[in-house]
């Protein structure tokens, strides 16, 4: 098959209304197809379906009742879980509720209301914050702080992680840049895993606010496509300890959840940082509850009591997704790559591919998906303020679908990619 940009006029058009006879044909079938959000499917959740096994005891390690108040940083065995997960001494991880989300948002918004430390001027009483968003990125993290006015910066994402001279640059020169937005291990939507080289000069960055804070979502540290194969794995140097060697640790905040390991919406999250920065935290989150839900705390820990139990659950999580990004990656390598019109990262872990179509046509990719039966993430999503300049990017999230309607779907999306290509080159 000759690459689209090399054909004739003549080619070019003939391309397009057979790419179009087939697009009708699909849009003739009535298909409801969804590949918009990196759900768990009924699969994964049933993998731990005995999580929720009744206890008999509701005593935590300490012999303290969790269905009773108290206890704001988390039972004991859930804090010293994450802080396995997140490489974190446990006297400095809370564990929250059911959302990471959640407790990024009470992050951005301590820092908003009181300032990240005593000694520094909250974030509301500036003239103006900026934040750096590595892009593509994470359109959550970047709808908090829109909501709060913040004026993003975006940083583009390379194969080892951000532009790190960029960000150098940037924090380095104004004073006005409080934080960036992190997916370090297997990002969302790239899938790409910080360099070792990468870590360090995070945790070296000289920024020129002293209440500069790099947002740490490891959300996806433990989730590897390859489990049994750690040449086939991607490896992340622990950030809090790159801090320490530097001295920078008050300028890290890390977060993770058991989301994606035990049960979206009814699973426990975390945030680890430097032991200034936990006890002003906890001192104004105590203004904000008397506590997560240590019931499902014990449940959890119970349930997964270290890190090699969190594995072994991964790893079963990592035989049903497997096969739904290998069928992704193998039906663009088929029916898109000899066309040389897209690129893809192939990641090793995570909940998604990332897409680059020919510059111009991902708005029409996603409108055309739609109108044939298909739901992806917007086009822009994954960029601030949901624009991306070039038009290219498209986030596919291969989780919930059956591996039989991941195969209609990407059959309907690669003929909306060549179609929307077609339209574009002919238009030209
Ligand atoms: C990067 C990232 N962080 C956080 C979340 C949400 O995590 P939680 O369910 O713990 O709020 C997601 C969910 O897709 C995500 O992709």
């Known amino acids: 098959m000759k690459k689209l940009t090399e054909m004739s006029r003549e080619e070019l058009s003939q391309f397009y209304t057979q790419t179009e006879s087939a697009y009708t044909a699909f849009k003739l079938r009535g298909l409801q197809l969804n590949m918009a959000r990196g759900k768990p499917s009924q699969e994964q959740l049933d993998l731990t379906r005995n999580l929720h096994q009744p206890i008999t005891d509701f005593l935590d390690e300490d012999g303290d009742d969790v269905r009773n108040y108290g206890k704001l940083l988390g039972i004991p065995e859930a804090r010293r879980l994450f802080g396995e997960i997140l490489q974190v001494p446990s006297s400095q991880v809370i564990a929250g509720g059911v959302s990471s989300l959640n407790l990024m948002y009470d992050m951005i918004c301590r820092a908003y209301i009181y300032g990240v430390l005593p000694q520094y001027t909250p974030w509301r009483l500036l003239p103006q914050v900026k934040f750096l968003c590595p ?146 935290t906890v001192e104004k989150l105590s203004l904000q509850t008397i506590g997560y839900n240590r019931v499902n705390q014990l449940m959890h820990a119970r349930y997964m009591p270290d890190l090699s139990s969190v594995e072994q659950v991964m790893s079963r999580h990592a035989d049903l997704l497997r096969p739904r990004f290998e069928l992704v990656l193998n039906k663009l390598q088929a029916e898109i790559s000899p066309l040389g019109i897209a690129q893809w990262r192939k990641p090793r872990g995570g909940y998604f591919i990332s897409f680059f179509a020919l510059p111009g046509t991902a708005r029409r990719v996603v409108a055309l998906c739609k109108e044939a039966g298909l739901v992806l993430t917007g086009a822009g999503a994954t960029y601030p303020g949901g624009h991306d300049p070039l038009d290219s990017n498209i986030r596919l999230a291969p989780s919930y679908p059956s591996l039989q309607e991941l195969e209609r779907a990407m059959e309907l999306f690669c003929v909306c990619v060549k179609l929307a290509a077609a339209e574009r080159l002919l238009a030209q």
């Not at 940083?155 to 001279?165: E, F, K, Q, S, Y």
């Not at 020129?208 to 794995?233: G, S």
């Not at 993770?256 to 002003?280: C, D, L, Q, R």
């Open 135 to 280: 892009v593509p990125g994470y359109d959550r993290h970047f709808a908090i702080t829109e909501s709060l006015g913040f004026t993003h910066i975006p940083v583009p994402m390379h194969d080892d992680g951000p532009d790190m001279d960029m960000i150098d640059r940037l924090v380095a020169e104004d004073d006005s840049i409080k934080g960036i937005w992190c997916v370090p291990m297997y990002s969302n939507p790239d899938g790409i895993t910080y360099s070792d080289a990468v870590v360090r000069r995070f945790a070296a960055l000289k920024p020129a606010a002293a209440d500069f804070r790099i947002f740490w979502d490891n959300a996806y540290c433990v989730h590897h496509l390859y489990p049994n194969q750690p040449e086939r794995q991607d490896h992340l140097l622990s950030i809090y300890e790159a801090c320490q060697e530097q001295g920078s640790e008050d300028m890290v905040y890390l977060f993770a959840s058991t989301s994606k390991i035990t049960m979206a919406s009814a699973g426990i999250s975390a945030m680890a940082m430097s032991p200034a920065n936990f006890v002003w």
